[in-house]
C-alpha cells in the first residue's frame, strides 16, 4: 500500500510540471496559469493565476514585440493587486493607448513574481501571435511573401501573388532595391473591413505598410476593377516596406517626396488627377519646391496630389536621367544614417536645391522638345 501511495505522489507531480503554464519556485511559489487572450485589434488579456505559502507582494509582465528595431526593447508592466497567498489577475494591452498593431504580429511574454519570504520566481517566455479572427483566411506563400486573403477563390489569390512577383521585380530593375527580410500582406475584402482591423483609421484607408513589423493591410474586393486598383496598391506599399528594410538606420530617413514618389514610380504611369494637377501647376507656375516636399504633404487634397505627382515626376528624372545604379547607392547612403543634402552631394554631386533647378530645367526642355 505504501508503494502505491509513493508512486500516486510522483504521478501527481509529474502531471503538475507538464501543465501548460505552471511553474515553480523556493517556498512554494507556484504559477497555477498563465494564459492571453487576443481581441483583435482592441487589445490583448494576460491572465495569470499563482500560490505560496506567504503573500505575493509582487508580479510583474514583461513583453517585447517582433519588429524592426535598433535596440531591444523591453516594455515591463507593474500589476495592481492586494497581496494574498493566492492571486488571480489580468492585465490588458489595450492598443488604443499602446497604439494599434497588425495581424500578423508576434509578441513574447514572462512574468516575475516575488512573494514576501523573498522566493523569486520568472516563468518561461511564452509567444502571442496576433491574428484578425474575424475572418477565416486562406495564405499563399512564394519566396520571402506570404499572401493572406479570406474572401475569392484560389486564382483571387494567384492573381495578388502575380501582382507582387511583378512589383518587386520592377522594384528591383528601377532601383536595385531587394526585400531583405520576409514580408506578409493581408487582403481584406473592402476598405471597410480593412478599417475594421486598425485602431482610429482615417476614412480614406484603403492600404496601408506596417514597415516595422514587414507586414502590409489592403481592401481589395474581387471585382475587376478592384482587383486592378489593388495590384497598384500592392506595389506602392510593398515599395514602402522594402525601402524601409534597405535604408534602415537609427539617424535619418528619406525626404517624404522620395519615399512617396519610389512608391508612385513602382505603380506605373500617372493617372489623370495627377498629370492635370502638374499641368495646372505648370501653367500657374505653382509648383512645390523639392526642398519644401521633404516635409509631410498638406492635408489638403490638391496640394496633396501635386505633392504625390511632383514627387513622382522627381523620381523619374532621377531615374532616366542618372540610372538605376545611382538611385541604390543613394537609398544605401541613406541607409548610412546621411543627412538629406550630404546624400545628394556625395552620389550626384548636388543638393536639393541643385536637383530643384535641374528637374525644373528638364521640364521645360521636355516642353520645348
Do not use: C
Given at each position: 500500500?505504501?508503494?502505491?501511495?509513493?508512486?500516486?505522489?510522483?504521478?501527481?507531480?509529474?502531471?503538475?510540471?507538464?501543465?501548460?503554464?505552471?511553474?515553480?519556485?523556493?517556498?512554494?511559489?507556484?504559477?497555477?496559469?498563465?494564459?492571453?487572450?487576443?481581441?483583435?485589434?482592441?487589445?490583448?488579456?494576460?491572465?495569470?493565476?499563482a500560490q505560496s505559502d506567504?503573500?505575493?507582494?509582487?508580479?510583474?509582465?514583461?513583453?517585447?514585440?517582433?519588429?524592426?528595431?535598433?535596440?531591444?526593447?523591453?516594455?515591463?508592466?507593474?500589476?495592481?493587486?492586494?497581496?494574498?497567498?493566492?492571486?488571480?489577475?489580468?492585465?490588458?494591452?489595450?492598443?488604443?493607448?499602446?497604439?494599434?498593431?497588425?495581424?500578423?504580429?508576434?509578441?513574447?511574454?514572462?512574468?516575475?513574481?516575488?512573494?514576501?519570504?523573498?522566493?523569486?520566481?520568472?516563468?518561461?517566455?511564452?509567444?502571442?501571435?496576433?491574428?484578425?479572427?474575424?475572418?477565416?483566411?486562406?495564405?499563399?506563400?512564394?519566396?520571402?511573401?506570404?499572401?493572406?486573403?479570406?474572401?475569392?477563390?484560389?486564382?483571387?489569390?494567384?492573381?495578388?501573388?502575380?501582382?507582387?512577383?511583378?512589383?518587386?521585380?520592377?522594384?528591383?530593375?528601377?532601383?536595385?532595391?531587394?526585400?531583405?527580410?520576409?514580408?506578409?500582406?493581408?487582403?481584406?475584402?473592402?476598405?471597410?473591413?480593412l478599417q475594421g482591423s486598425?485602431?482610429?483609421?482615417?476614412?480614406?484607408?484603403?492600404?496601408?505598410?506596417?514597415?516595422?513589423?514587414?507586414?502590409?493591410?489592403?481592401?481589395?474586393?474581387?471585382?475587376?476593377?478592384?482587383?486592378?486598383?489593388?495590384?497598384?496598391?500592392?506595389?506602392?506599399e510593398l515599395t514602402h516596406?522594402?525601402?524601409?528594410?534597405?535604408?534602415?538606420?537609427?539617424?535619418?530617413?528619406?525626404?517624404?517626396?522620395?519615399?512617396?514618389?519610389?512608391?508612385?514610380?513602382?505603380?506605373?504611369?500617372?493617372?489623370?488627377?495627377?498629370?492635370?494637377?502638374?499641368?495646372?501647376?505648370?501653367?500657374?507656375?505653382?509648383?512645390?519646391?523639392?526642398?519644401?516636399?521633404?516635409?509631410?504633404?498638406?492635408?489638403?487634397?490638391?496640394?496633396?496630389?501635386?505633392?504625390?505627382?511632383?514627387?513622382?515626376?522627381?523620381?523619374?528624372?532621377?531615374?532616366?536621367?542618372?540610372?538605376?545604379?545611382?538611385?541604390?547607392?543613394?537609398?544605401?547612403?541613406?541607409?548610412?544614417?546621411?543627412?538629406?543634402?550630404?546624400?545628394?552631394?556625395?552620389?550626384?554631386?548636388?543638393?536639393?536645391?541643385?536637383?530643384?533647378?535641374?528637374?525644373?530645367?528638364?521640364?521645360?526642355?521636355?516642353?520645348?522638345?
Amino acid at each position: 500500500m505504501k508503494k502505491k501511495i509513493i508512486s500516486f505522489i510522483a504521478i501527481a507531480l509529474m502531471l503538475v510540471l507538464l501543465i501548460p503554464g505552471a511553474a515553480h519556485a523556493g517556498g512554494g511559489l507556484t504559477v497555477i496559469d498563465n494564459s492571453t487572450e487576443v481581441i483583435f485589434p482592441a487589445g490583448i488579456a494576460f491572465n495569470i493565476s499563482a500560490q505560496s505559502d506567504t503573500n505575493i507582494t509582487d508580479i510583474r509582465l514583461h513583453y517585447t514585440v517582433d519588429r524592426m528595431e535598433h535596440a531591444k526593447i523591453i516594455s515591463e508592466i507593474y500589476i495592481s493587486f492586494t497581496p494574498a497567498k493566492s492571486i488571480a489577475t489580468q492585465w490588458v494591452m489595450d492598443m488604443r493607448k499602446t497604439g494599434g498593431m497588425p495581424p500578423g504580429t508576434n509578441l513574447n511574454y514572462w512574468w516575475t513574481l516575488t512573494d514576501a519570504g523573498g522566493n523569486k520566481l520568472e516563468t518561461t517566455p511564452s509567444a502571442v501571435h496576433i491574428e484578425d479572427g474575424r475572418y477565416t483566411w486562406q495564405s499563399l506563400k512564394e519566396g520571402m511573401v506570404t499572401l493572406y486573403w479570406y474572401k475569392g477563390d484560389a486564382a483571387f489569390g494567384g492573381e495578388l501573388m502575380d501582382a507582387t512577383r511583378q512589383a518587386l521585380g520592377r522594384l528591383s530593375e528601377n532601383t536595385g532595391a531587394e526585400l531583405k527580410n520576409p514580408v506578409s500582406i493581408y487582403i481584406y475584402a473592402s476598405a471597410t473591413d480593412l478599417q475594421g482591423s486598425m485602431i482610429f483609421p482615417q476614412e480614406w484607408t484603403g492600404g496601408v505598410a506596417f514597415t516595422q513589423y514587414g507586414i502590409i493591410a489592403i481592401g481589395i474586393a474581387t471585382d475587376s476593377s478592384s482587383i486592378e486598383w489593388g495590384k497598384g496598391a500592392i506595389s506602392h506599399e510593398l515599395t514602402h516596406l522594402v525601402v524601409h528594410q534597405v535604408i534602415f538606420n537609427p539617424y535619418n530617413d528619406l525626404p517624404t517626396w522620395l519615399n512617396e514618389g519610389l512608391a508612385m514610380y513602382s505603380e506605373g504611369a500617372l493617372d489623370y488627377n495627377f498629370t492635370s494637377a502638374l499641368s495646372a501647376a505648370e501653367k500657374n507656375n505653382t509648383r512645390i519646391s523639392v526642398r519644401s516636399l521633404t516635409s509631410p504633404f498638406s492635408a489638403y487634397t490638391d496640394q496633396s496630389i501635386l505633392a504625390y505627382a511632383e514627387s513622382y515626376e522627381i523620381v523619374a528624372y532621377l531615374i532616366s536621367e542618372y540610372g538605376r545604379d545611382k538611385m541604390l547607392e543613394l537609398l544605401n547612403v541613406f541607409g548610412q544614417g546621411s543627412g538629406y543634402d550630404e546624400a545628394f552631394k556625395k552620389v550626384y554631386g548636388f543638393d536639393m536645391d541643385g536637383l530643384n533647378v535641374l528637374w525644373q530645367a528638364s521640364l521645360v526642355g521636355a516642353a520645348v522638345n
